[in-house]
């Protein structure tokens, strides 16, 4: 591809390889524990002390942030309310904290950050918005209302695979084919959280909450819930 004017032939490939590097190197992270002392008027030894290096700010960050999202999703519910009721309020609380909070929501579930692992305690933080929703699911197959999926295609291998993965982890006792629903729901309320974050939504949804509370509900209902 080429930009061709009067005076000038200029080859954009790359020009476009060099400006999407610099692209990437905005994922680049920063935070070292001695420039955030001085941004936070501490005192830099505690911090140091409290934060040898970079990494264990990001993973403050991650831990704080997953917990700090389970919080609003769990707070979002309502006793008495029925599965359905709670699994579109937990949604509601997790894009609540996400739009409160982008960068953070951003940090745990946008693009990850170069060469750094979070620490195993995160996967427990991270596990408690899923419960939550797994539990409504649970409780509606002890009440024999998780209903659906009589009439679904059987799964591919690859997918059959993935499916029993999982049956034997979190999502351990439910029937395959909520299973492989929940897997898809629980994508696509990311997917839709993140684009509504990221400032995409305006061009597809006037009203978002009234986009997002349908769409909660109707994922909810995929996964078998009638009420």
Not at 24 to 46: C, G, I, N, W, Y
Not at 72 to 80: L, T
Not at 131 to 145: K, R
Request: charged share 20%; aromatic share 6%.
């Amino acid at each position: 591809m080429t930009l061709e004017d009067s005076t000038v032939l200029i080859d954009l490939g790359p020009i476009r390889d060099a400006a999407v590097e610099q692209l990437a190197a905005r994922r680049t992270v920063k935070l070292a524990p001695s420039t955030l002392a001085t941004a936070s008027s501490q005192d830099p030894d505690k911090i140091r002390r409290a934060f040898p290096d970079s990494n264990a700010v990001l993973s403050a960050l991650v831990l704080g942030a997953y917990n700090d999202m389970s919080d609003a999703a769990e707070a979002a519910i309502v006793p008495g309310d029925s599965p359905l009721q709670r699994w579109i309020a937990i949604s509601r609380g997790v894009r609540a904290w996400a739009l409160g909070h982008p960068d953070e929501y951003s940090l745990i579930w946008g693009q990850p950050v170069p060469d750094f692992s979070a620490p195993p305690e995160t996967m427990a933080a991270g596990a408690r918005t899923v419960l939550a929703l797994l539990a409504t699911l649970h409780e509606a197959l002890a009440a024999g209302e998780l209903l659906g999926g009589e009439d679904d295609l059987p799964l591919p291998p690859a997918m059959a695979a993935n499916v029993t993965a999982l049956a034997e982890g979190l999502l351990n006792g439910l029937p395959d084919w909520v299973i492989a629903r929940m897997l898809v729901a629980w994508t696509q309320l990311h997917g839709m959280v993140g684009f509504e974050v990221n400032g995409h939504i305006a061009g597809v949804a006037g009203d978002p909450e009234a986009f997002f509370d349908h769409a909660a509900a109707q994922m909810g209902r995929y996964v078998g819930l009638s009420r």
